[in-house]
C-alpha cells in the first residue's frame, strides 16, 4: 500500500518500515480468549436440558464443534437422522462445507428439533422462525447461561468440542474434518479421506 501511495504522490515516507511486530511473533494481540466449558459445567447443562429447549442447542453445539452461525442456518432438509449427520452447504472457506457427524448423546436432541414445528430451519425461535445470530444471543443464550449460572460465549461450544475430541485421542486431522478446519499439506488435503462411519467413531468418543 505504501508502495503505491509513494508511486501516487500521496505521501513521502513509508512509515510501515518503522512498525516493529517481531513482539507479536508468538501471539495475537487481538486475538479473543476462548475459555471452553468444563465437565462440570456440561454435566450442569444435561441437567437442565428439560428446563428450556435452548439448553439442548448448547450441548448440539458442543457436541458437533459447528458455529453457531452454522446450526442456526441449518436447515431440516439437510438434516439425515438415520445416518446421523448434517450438511453445511456454505461456510467461510471451503474445508467448512461438509458433512458434520451427530454424537449418538445429543440424538434425541436433534430429534426433538426436527419435530418442534414447520419451519424450514432446524433451530428455530419461539414463534417458529429463522434465527438471527444477535436475536438468539441476546434473547436466548444470554437467558440459557443465566438459568445455569455459567459466563461463556456461543463459540466456546466449538473449542470445548475440539478441546474433548484431542482429549480423547482423536487425530487432529480428522477433528479437522469434523469442525471445518482447513487441512495443511498436499497429503492431507488430497490423498486423506474419511467417510462418515469413521467421523462418527470420533464424535461418539466425547
Known amino acids: 500500500m505504501y508502495k503505491f501511495a509513494l508511486a501516487n504522490d500521496l505521501c513521502s515516507k513509508n512509515y510501515s518500515q518503522t512498525v516493529d511486530i517481531s513482539q507479536y511473533s ?6 479473543i480468549e476462548r475459555k471452553p466449558f468444563s465437565k462440570d459445567e456440561i454435566e450442569v447443562l444435561w441437567s437442565k436440558v428439560d428446563a428450556s429447549e435452548y439448553v439442548a442447542v448448547v450441548l448440539m453445539l458442543i ?3 459447528c458455529r453457531i452461525s452454522e446450526l442456526l442456518d441449518l ?16 461456510a467461510k472457506t471451503k474445508a467448512g462445507i461438509r458433512k458434520v ?3 449418538e448423546k445429543v440424538m434425541p436432541l436433534f430429534r426433538m428439533w426436527n419435530q418442534k414445528n414447520g419451519c424450514e430451519y432446524l433451530i428455530s425461535t419461539h414463534d417458529g ?3 438471527e445470530y444477535r436475536n438468539f444471543y441476546d434473547s436466548y443464550w444470554q437467558p440459557v447461561m443465566e438459568l445455569t449460572e455459567m459466563l461463556h460465549k456461543p463459540h466456546d461450544t466449538r473449542h470445548t468440542c ?4 484431542a482429549e480423547a485421542g482423536v487425530y487432529e486431522r480428522i477433528i479437522k474434518r469434523i469442525v471445518g ?9 488430497v490423498y486423506t479421506h474419511y467417510d ?7 464424535i461418539d468418543l466425547i
Open 26 to 31: 508468538d501471539r495475537n494481540p487481538d486475538a
Open 63 to 65: 457436541y458437533s464443534g
Open 75 to 90: 436447515k431440516k432438509e439437510n438434516v439425515n437422522l438415520s445416518e446421523r449427520w448434517f450438511d453445511i452447504t456454505a
Open 101 to 103: 457427524p451427530i454424537a
Open 129 to 131: 422462525n429463522h434465527f
Open 162 to 165: 475440539i478441546s474433548m475430541l
Open 181 to 189: 478446519h482447513k487441512g495443511h499439506g498436499v497429503t492431507e488435503a
Open 196 to 202: 462418515i462411519n469413521q467421523l462418527l467413531n470420533a
